[in-house]
């Protein structure tokens, strides 16, 4: 597992240019730790001196980062196996003429699963920007920096991840399906910078 | 180290909110992240067929870019380092007047130190920002949206870093070091923006 590498592993093995980490897996890494640096601004208002009366939202904060760091982190690996699984696909054999069209099937299925993760990874990045602009708002004046940071680490994952759906989404043939995602990726792609700007806004960063 | 950490426990931690990693750290690992995606995009040009004319330019640029990472992966140890050492002269003795002035100094010393720290960083993030710009400009089409995700964890962690020597600078008392290194955050602070642009401007991202 990706998650399981030490920071030195993973930053080396993306410097690298091998397969896997990708664009996909990076875009997964920026959002946990946008969900991670959300939580700690929550986490370092909760039980302070002045922040009694955003003591809850504070915890509920916490909370749904806490979520979105757990699925956020999965993702990391989830984009690493969709593309592996798509790798497989495409070495499947060709041989007759049923097998050609198997191992097409099982193309075109891989690659919509390569689709689908980043798009939920860009979905979750969104949300965890709206966190972080709630908690640079509300929280702790002294980590209003952290929610920042936040902010940007979402934003880039955001732009990587539904740029990673429109590479797969143009390898793919099922036309309904395509301009189903395509909607959504053109839905949250124009959201990406108000919600960053808004998050930011602020903070001075 | 926390470089030694699993991805899972760094987050872990940093969503926490304990002392450290705190935002100069995790500004760190921004750049780290953004120097090994330049790095990708430079290994992913070498030797590919169509880029023959860059191949020195592109070896040469993963060399500056693994260096740099290198560097960058250090500051992210470094600065939880340099925030520890100001805590612990904070918690000196303060018994006798001789030693209340050897804890000022002591506490001096390490916010000097704590400030910069983060500006190494932050002159580091905005070469890993132009080395960027120049893999996105020459590199592996294929490849250019990762040298935009590295441009934008650039800029990230240029701002993050930049933001934590003006909060060190804040408590230091010898004016003419602050009134210098002010000078040079603003500076560096005015190219972030521009320099982020500056390579995005080649890519769809």
Known sequence: MLVDDKITEYLA??????AVPGGG???????????????????????KKGYEAVE????????????????????IDQDA???TEVMAAYKLSKATDEETAARKQKIQEAIKQAALVPLEVARNALAVIDLAGRAIR??????????????MNARTAALA????????????????????????????QNQVAAKENEALAYVQI
Do not use: H, P, W
């Open 13 to 18: 093995k993306a410097a690298a240019g091998t």
């Open 25 to 47: 897996s990076v875009a997964a890494l920026n959002a946990a730790l946008a969900a991670g640096l959300t939580e700690m601004v929550a986490n370092l208002t909760v039980g």
């Open 56 to 75: 809850e939202d504070m915890k509920d904060l916490a909370g749904q980062a806490a979520q979105l760091r757990s699925t956020l982190t999965a993702a």
């Open 81 to 83: 196996e969709a593309y």
């Open 138 to 151: 509300k929280g702790n004046k002294n980590a209003a920096s952290d929610g920042a940071v936040a902010a």
């Open 161 to 188: 991840a539904l740029y990673n759906v429109r590479i797969n989404l143009s390898s793919i043939e099922d036309d309904a399906f395509v301009e189903e995602l395509a909607q959504e990726v053109k839905v949250l």
